[in-house]
């Protein structure tokens, strides 16, 4: 047991800290916390309903960590920082699953458990850098749910969102308070007297096609009311797959993120 780590290409002091804190580090205190959460300066967040690491990284770095925690268990982290993209791979290994996280070169998150039990289901929750995420759930119960973000997925699919995903992100980092966060999302939307939230979006979407028409009294009032609609109606236009816009849409999305002080990644 214990913990092994490579370090290669450092290019900061603040990472080369880290190797003696975990170098050090007796195999007992391990069991409070897996890798990801030994990494002081690496931390899973949700941000605008998306999973993202945050990092105080060093540019052009490698790091790879292992660790043996207990008998018949053994944790694996990837790192690489590549041309300010962060590329990430964690692995989890014990007699009863095998837990996965990764981070491609093109933003795309992976989180998927295997579990050794043949009657246990199995679950991978894929986010890409843009548009709508899915979890899909193996076995005899199995469903393939797609979403426009985590939150969406959560509220929509609570009772198999909580059975299956939440208990793996919740292993990920064991003070994720995502439940209680579900639970006051979920308390703010009924008091919004009824508002049926899907249909709401659906009326954002229908804005953002607006955007396109060929009147340009028609672009205009699309553009005034997605403006009009706030935070609400930029968190959706955060999720929009870019690639389905047009230039004339994605002209005006940008220009509206502009005003209302998001950035959206439109390419």
């Known amino acids: ?11 900061c002091a603040a990472a080369l800290s880290v190797a003696p804190v975990l170098a050090e580090e007796p195999a007992a205190s391990l069991r409070a916390g897996n890798l990801l959460s030994q990494v002081k300066w690496l931390r ?8 993202v690491i945050k990092s105080e990284r060093c540019p052009h770095s490698q790091h790879v960590m292992e660790a043996s925690p207990a008998e018949g268990s ?27 996280l990764s981070i491609d070169e093109r933003g795309k998150l992976t989180i ?11 679950v991978q929750y894929v986010q890409p850098r843009l548009g709508q995420v899915t979890l899909t759930i193996a076995g005899k119960a199995g469903a393939k749910i797609v979403a426009t973000d985590l939150w969406q997925l959560l509220i929509v699919e609570r009772e198999r969102s909580s059975e299956h995903l939440l208990r793996i992100l919740h292993q990920l980092r064991a003070d994720w308070a995502l439940a209680e966060q579900l639970d006051g999302i979920e308390a703010a939307l009924l008091a919004e007297q009824g508002t049926d939230v899907l249909a709401r979006q659906a009326g ?44 004339e849409q994605r002209r005006r999305v940008r220009a509206t993120s502009r005003t209302s002080r998001i ?5």
């Open 204 to 247: 954002w979407q229908r804005l953002v096609d607006g955007l396109a028409s060929r009147s340009f009294a028609e672009r205009q009032a699309a553009d005034r009311s997605l403006r009009a609609g706030g935070q609400a109606s930029m968190a959706m236009l955060r999720q929009l797959d870019q690639g389905e816009l047009d230039g």
């Open 44 to 51: 899973l967040e949700v941000v605008g309903g998306r999973v």
């Open 112 to 122: 998927s458990r295997s579990a050794a039990d043949a009657d246990a289901s199995d």
């Open 263 to 267: 950035v959206l990644p439109i390419p």
């Open 1 to 11: 047991m214990g913990t092994r780590i490579v370090l290669l290409a450092l290019a």
């Open 74 to 100: 053994r944790q694996m982290l990837s790192l690489e920082s590549r041309a300010g993209s962060l590329i990430l791979r964690y692995e989890e290994q014990t007699p009863e699953a095998s837990v996965r």
